[in-house]
C-alpha cells in the first residue's frame, strides 16, 4: 500500500506523518508536492498539519487552491482515502471537502497540550483499530479549531454517524469543561458522508511513537492500513 | 568658519554612536576621512553588539575546548559531538531592547534570528528555547501587555517556522519592569559531515543573498542595542525589525536543499548589522576581500542609501558564499520553494571591503580594520549594596508561625509555580523528537532514529547575582548542570548570555567582569566549556535603573540511551526518598527572603564545586544504571518546593523526617547548593545508598511517597509541614493564570 504526504510551503508536519508511515507502520511512501497535479499511484493521501501559505488570509485557504487540491478532490471523488490532520483539516473545509469550517480557539491563544478524545464512532476505515467509547491521548496544537458548522448540518452529521472524535476529560465525559476550543458538540474529528475522507485537529502521527511515551494515535494509520488491505485483497 | 564645520563633522560620528578616539583611530586605519558611507560600516560594527567592545577582553576566562568540542566561539554557533559522527550546534541570543518598545515582533524576530544561526551552520533546527525576564505578572497595565505580546511573539514565529519550543524559564522581578528580558537559545543537528562555516573562500566566488526582500526596517539595531533605553531612542523604533516565520520557514527547507549540494564554501546569517556585518566576518576569516554593489540587492523600498541597503537588518536574509559557476543552480533549489537567490559581490583578493553602487565604488576600507574595534577595560568598583545586603544575617526575619501556608505561598510564586499557562502556545511537539516536554528540569529532545537523545536547558538567576556576581553565576551553571543530570543527561558544554546594565558605570561593569570569572570557574569544574554566546549590556532605564546582572546560561547535555531519561515526579506510592547532599542554614538570596519577607539580601549560598561534580557524577551513575525512578533538583524554594512538585506532577503523597539542626524556615526554604531529591525503589534503595557511601556523598534515605494525598515534612520529630496534596496543586498550577487575571 502506497502513502502520500502532501507538501505545501509551510506544511510543518509532513516529515511527522512520513516517518510514522514508514518507521512506524513500515509502509511505503511518498512526498507529493502542491504544484504538481500527478499524486501518482498512492493508495491514501494524508494532508499534514502546518501553516501552509504561513496561513496567509486564513488557514489553508490559498492552499486550498493549489494545483494538487484538484487531484485530491478526484482522487477521493473516486473513494480514496484522505486525511486531514490540523491544518490539513483546515483546508479540506476550505476546499468544502468536509463541511463546517474552523473558527479562531474560544480563549483565543494557539493551544497546545496532550488531549483526551472519546472515540465516537470505530466502525469506519479511519477508526477500525478502537472501540466506540474508547479514550486516547492525542496532543493538539492549533489557533483556529473550533469547529463550526450550522445547526442542521451539525444534526446531520451526528445522525450519520460522522463524529469520529470528541474532545473529553480522561474518564471519557464529555462537556463544556473538557472542550479546549470550544468546538460545537465538542467535536475534534469528522468524516465526509461517504466514509473516506477525514479531518481531525488532534494530532494522530503525535501519539504513533513509544519513544516519544505517546502511542494512542497510532489506531487512525493502523485502521487505514487495514482497510487498504482488506480492500487490495478483495480485487 | 573651520570651528563650524569641525562642530558639524564631530556631531556626525557622534551622532552614528562612535567616540572621538575611536573617530580618530578609524581614519589613522584608512589614511584619510570618512565618507558617509564607510562612517556607517565603522559605526555598526565597532558597536558593542558587533565588535563586543566592552566584552571581549573578558572573554579570555573562558574554557572554550574540550573533548566534545567540535567548534568554539566565533562562528554563527558552537558545535558539539554527539557520538556516531553526529553534533548538534546551538547558541543564545538576547532581543532585548526590541522587545521593550515593540514585544511581539522584538520576540519574534529574537527567534527567527537565532534559528538562523543554527541553519547557517547547515544544521536542521531542532529546538526552540526562550529564557524571560519581566517585572511582576500581577502588575496589570504595561508589564502584564509585555509578556502576552512578548509570548504570543515567540508562539506565532516558532510555532508557524515549525520549531519546537520545549522550554526555557520565565523569571520575574521589579528589576526587569522598565527593561525585560529575552533571550532566545536555538539547537541544531546534522552529521559532522554537514558542518558549514561562514567563511569567504576562492577568490571570484559569488555573494549572493537570499530569502527576504531589504528594506528600511531595523535601521542600526546593532548600535540602538549598544545603548540605554530611555525616552529619546524610544524614536529608535524604526531599529525595529519585522518578522515572517513562514518565509525563514522556506528559507529552512532552500538552504538545507542547497547545501545537500556542493555549491556553497560560506553561509552566514543576516543578524546585526545585516548585510554588512555578514560578509566582513567570512572575508575576515578568508583574510579575503570582498565587493558588493547595492544596486543589486533586491529591496523592498525606492532611494535607499547605501548605507541603509548595508545595515538594513531585514530579517529572514542569509548570505551565501557560493562556487563560480554554481550560481544558477542555487538559484534553480531557491526558485522552487518561491525564493530569490541574487548575486550582489564577489569574494576578492585585495583585502577591501568595497561597496559599489552601479559599478561605481562609493566606500571602501580595509576588511580588518572593521574588524578590529577598539575594546575597553573599564574601571571596576563594588556595588554600594552589597556592603549592606552582605550584613544580612538569617536572625533579622523570624520563622513565618503558618510554614504550610508559607509554601503555598512559595509554590503560588510567579518564579516557582507551573508555566503551563506560557507552554501551551508554544507548540513544544512538532517534529517528533520531545521525549521530556516543557515543565521538567530539562527538555529532552531525542535524535530520531536513534538511541539517543539531547538535554537542553536554560538558566538563571538575577537575584543571585546581584547579591554576589561571582558565586552567584557560578551557581546557575551548577544549576544547569544539575538540571541536565537529573534528567539523564551528561552535561557537554554551554553559551552564555550576558545581560548587564551599562558597563560603563564601575559597578556595573565589576558584575560583569566577577560574574563571568564566577561562571567559567563553574564551567572548568564541571567540564563544560563555553562554544559561544551573546552580550547583551546597556539593559536600564532613566526610571526603573539597571537590571539585575543577568548571565544566562543554555546548556545542553548528551542522554546516551532513551532508557536513561529520567524525570521530576513521583511515579509509584511505597517508592524510598533519598536526599542527597548537606542542608546548611543558608537562607541569603532565597525566593523565600524576597516573596515571603520582601528581602532581596543576603549572600548566595555555598558552593563547593568540587563536590558538586562529585555528586553529579553519581546521580548520572546511578539513573544510568536504572536504579532511580525520580530524579529532581533542589532548587528555588528548597526542599519543601522539590518535594511538593515530585508530588504534584506525580499526583502522590510523601512522608519525608529529617534530622537536621538548622532553623526551620532554612530546611523547608533555604536554597544549600548541590542538593537532589530521588526517589527509589526498595529493591534498588541498598546498592544507591551503598555507591553513595562508597563516592562520599552524603545520602540520607528521608521518607516514602504514599498514595493518601498528603504531603508531611517532620525534622527532628517536630511536623512542619502537613498539607493536602491538592491544595498545593492548586496553588502551583492556577497562580500563573490568576495572576495574570488579577485586575489591580
Redesign the interface.
Given at each position: 500500500m502506497k502513502w502520500g504526504v502532501l507538501l505545501f510551503?509551510?506544511s510543518?508536519?509532513a516529515?511527522?506523518c512520513f516517518?510514522?508511515i514508514d518507521?512506524v507502520l513500515g509502509q511505503p511512501v511518498t512526498y507529493l508536492w502542491h504544484k504538481d497535479t500527478d499524486l501518482g499511484d498512492v493508495d491514501a493521501i494524508i494532508i499534514p498539519?502546518?501553516?501552509s501559505?504561513?496561513?496567509?488570509l486564513r488557514p489553508g485557504a490559498i492552499a486550498h487552491l493549489s494545483p494538487a487540491m484538484t487531484s485530491v478532490k478526484e482522487f477521493a471523488r473516486n473513494g480514496g482515502l484522505v486525511i486531514g490532520i490540523c491544518n490539513g483539516f483546515q483546508i479540506l473545509t476550505e476546499s468544502r471537502m468536509l463541511p463546517g469550517s474552523l473558527l479562531q480557539n474560544q480563549g483565543l491563544?494557539?493551544?497546545?497540550?496532550d488531549q483526551t478524545l472519546k472515540v465516537d464512532n470505530a466502525d469506519t476505515p479511519f477508526t477500525s483499530a478502537y472501540e466506540s467509547g474508547d479514550v486516547i491521548v492525542c496532543?493538539i496544537?492549533h489557533?483556529e479549531g473550533n469547529y463550526y458548522a450550522a445547526p442542521d448540518t451539525i444534526a446531520e452529521m451526528e445522525a450519520n454517524g460522522q463524529i469520529l472524535f470528541r474532545y473529553c476529560n480522561p474518564d471519557g465525559e464529555v462537556s463544556n469543561a473538557t472542550n479546549p476550543n470550544g468546538s460545537v458538540n465538542s467535536i475534534a474529528g469528522i468524516i465526509n458522508k461517504y466514509g473516506n475522507v477525514v479531518g481531525m485537529m488532534p494530532?494522530p502521527?503525535?501519539s504513533s511513537?513509544k519513544?516519544?511515551?505517546l502511542s494512542d494515535g497510532k489506531g487512525v494509520f493502523v485502521s487505514m492500513l487495514k482497510h487498504l488491505e482488506a480492500k487490495h485483497t478483495e480485487s | 568658519m573651520t570651528e563650524k564645520k569641525a562642530e558639524m563633522e564631530e556631531k556626525i560620528w557622534r551622532k552614528a554612536g562612535l567616540t572621538d578616539s575611536e573617530y580618530e583611530l578609524l581614519t589613522k586605519h584608512m589614511g584619510r576621512e570618512p565618507n558617509t558611507v564607510e562612517l556607517a560600516l565603522y559605526a555598526q560594527m565597532w558597536s558593542e553588539h558587533c565588535g563586543y567592545t566592552h566584552t571581549r577582553p573578558l572573554f579570555k576566562h573562558f574554557l572554550t575546548t574540550g573533548t566534545r568540542i567540535v567548534q568554539g566561539p566565533g562562528e554563527n554557533a558552537g558545535i558539539v559531538d554527539i557520538d556516531d559522527d553526529e553534533v548538534i550546534t546551538f547558541k543564545l541570543e538576547s532581543h532585548n531592547h526590541p522587545s521593550a518598545i515593540a514585544p511581539f515582533q522584538g520576540a519574534a524576530t529574537g527567534v527567527g534570528g537565532i534559528i538562523r544561526d543554527i541553519l547557517a551552520m547547515g544544521a536542521y533546527p531542532i529546538a526552540s528555547l526562550n529564557s524571560l525576564h519581566f517585572g511582576h505578572p500581577g502588575e496589570r497595565g504595561h508589564t502584564r501587555w509585555l509578556i502576552s505580546e512578548v509570548i504570543?511573539g515567540i508562539?506565532?514565529y516558532g510555532?508557524?517556522?515549525?520549531v519546537p519550543t520545549v522550554g526555557g524559564e520565565v523569571r520575574f522581578s521589579d528589576a526587569y519592569k522598565g527593561n525585560p528580558l529575552v533571550n532566545a537559545m536555538c539547537v541544531g543537528y546534522m552529521k559532522k559531515s554537514e558542518i558549514k562555516k561562514a567563511i569567504a573562500t576562492g577568490v571570484g566566488n559569488s555573494l549572493m543573498i537570499v530569502g527576504n526582500l531589504t528594506g528600511r526596517d531595523g535601521m542600526g539595531g546593532a548600535s540602538f542595542a549598544s545603548k540605554d533605553l530611555d525616552e529619546e531612542n524610544d524614536e529608535d523604533r524604526g531599529a525595529i525589525q519585522v518578522g515572517?516565520?513562514?518565509?525563514e520557514?522556506?528559507l529552512i527547507?532552500a538552504c538545507l536543499e542547497v547545501f545537500d549540494k556542493d555549491y556553497v564554501v560560506g553561509v552566514q546569517d543576516m543578524g546585526a548589522a545585516g548585510i554588512l556585518s555578514s560578509s566582513v566576518e567570512t572575508a575576515s576569516k578568508a583574510g579575503n576581500g570582498v565587493e558588493i554593489d547595492v544596486a543589486l540587492v533586491p529591496k523592498r523600498e525606492e532611494a535607499m542609501r547605501p548605507e541603509e541597503v548595508m545595515i538594513s537588518e531585514s530579517q529572514e536574509r542569509m548570505l551565501l558564499i557560493v562556487k563560480k559557476g554554481t550560481e544558477d543552480k542555487v538559484n534553480q533549489i531557491f526558485h522552487k520553494?518561491?525564493l530569490h537567490a541574487v548575486v550582489i559581490g564577489q569574494v576578492t583578493d585585495d583585502g577591501m571591503y568595497r561597496v559599489l553602487e552601479d559599478g561605481k565604488t562609493v566606500g571602501e576600507v580595509p576588511v580588518w580594520s572593521l574588524m578590529d574595534a577598539p575594546t575597553y577595560i573599564l574601571d571596576a568598583e563594588e556595588p554600594a549594596h552589597l556592603a549592606e545586603t552582605m550584613k544580612f544575617k538569617n536572625e533579622d526575619v523570624e520563622v513565618p508561625a503558618d510554614l504550610n501556608d508559607t509554601l503555598l505561598k512559595l509554590l503560588a510564586s510567579p518564579d516557582i509555580c507551573s508555566k503551563t499557562w506560557v507552554?501551551?502556545?508554544?507548540?513544544?511537539?512538532?517534529?517528533?523528537?520531545?521525549?521530556v516536554k516543557p515543565g521538567s528540569d530539562a527538555a529532552i529532545v531525542?535524535i530520531?532514529?536513534r538511541d539517543k537523545a539531547v538535554g537542553i536547558t536554560m538558566d538563571s538567576n538575577g537575584r543571585y547575582c546581584y547579591l554576589n556576581p561571582k558565586r552567584g553565576a557560578a551557581s546557575i551553571v551548577a544549576e544547569s548542570a544539575r538540571n541536565q543530570v537529573v534528567s539523564g543527561a551528561e552535561p557537554i558544554a554551554i553559551t552564555d548570555g550576558l545581560n548587564f546594565g551599562n558597563p560603563e558605570r564601575p559597578d556595573v561593569y565589576y558584575q560583569l567582569e566577577q560574574s563571568i570569572i564566577g561562571l567559567s570557574d563553574a564551567c572548568r569544574a564541571l567540564n563544560t566549556p563555553v562554544i559561544g554566546g551573546n552580550a547583551s549590556l546597556y539593559n536600564q532605564t532613566p526610571e526603573f535603573g539597571s537590571i539585575y546582572p543577568t548571565p544566562i546560561i543554555g546548556m545542553t547535555g548528551l542522554v546516551k540511551s532513551?532508557d536513561h531519561v529520567m524525570t521530576p515526579e513521583f511515579k509509584d506510592a511505597g517508592d524510598f526518598i533519598i536526599m542527597l547532599g548537606e542542608t546548611k542554614d543558608e537562607l541569603g538570596a532565597s525566593e523565600y527572603l524576597d516573596r515571603i519577607h520582601g528581602l532581596v539580601s543576603g549572600d548566595v549560598p555555598e558552593l563547593d564545586l568540587e563536590l558538586e561534580a562529585k555528586s553529579q557524577q553519581y546521580v548520572l551513575e546511578i539513573i544510568r544504571k536504572g536504579l532511580v525512578k525520580s530524579a529532581h533538583d533542589v532548587g528555588d524554594g528548597g526542599i519543601s518546593v522539590a518535594l511538593a512538585e515530585s508530588c504534584i506532577q506525580g499526583k502522590l503523597g510523601a512522608d519525608i523526617s529529617l534530622d537536621v539542626d538548622v532553623r526551620d524556615d532554612s530546611l523547608l526554604f533555604g536554597e544549600t547548593q548541590t542538593r537532589f531529591m530521588l526517589s527509589v525503589s526498595e529493591d534498588n534503595l541498598d546498592a544507591v545508598i551503598d555507591l553513595a557511601a562508597e563516592k562520599g556523598i552524603e545520602a540520607a534515605v528521608v521518607g516514602r511517597v504514599n498514595d493518601n494525598t498528603r504531603i508531611t515534612v517532620n525534622n527532628n520529630n517536630k511536623k512542619l509541614i502537613d498539607i493536602s496534596l491538592d491544595a498545593c496543586a492548586d496553588a502551583f498550577n492556577t497562580a500563573f493564570d490568576k495572576l495574570m487575571k488579577t485586575s489591580n
Open positions: 510551503p509551510g510543518n508536519c516529515d511527522d516517518h510514522v518507521k498539519g502546518g501553516f501559505y504561513g496561513d496567509h491563544k494557539f493551544l497546545c497540550m496532543p496544537a489557533n494530532h502521527e503525535r511513537d519513544d516519544l511515551l | 504570543h508562539g506565532e510555532n508557524c517556522v515549525g515572517d516565520p513562514f518565509m520557514k522556506l527547507e520553494w518561491d507552554y501551551r502556545q508554544y507548540d513544544h511537539r512538532v517534529q517528533m523528537n520531545t521525549v531525542r530520531k532514529g532513551l
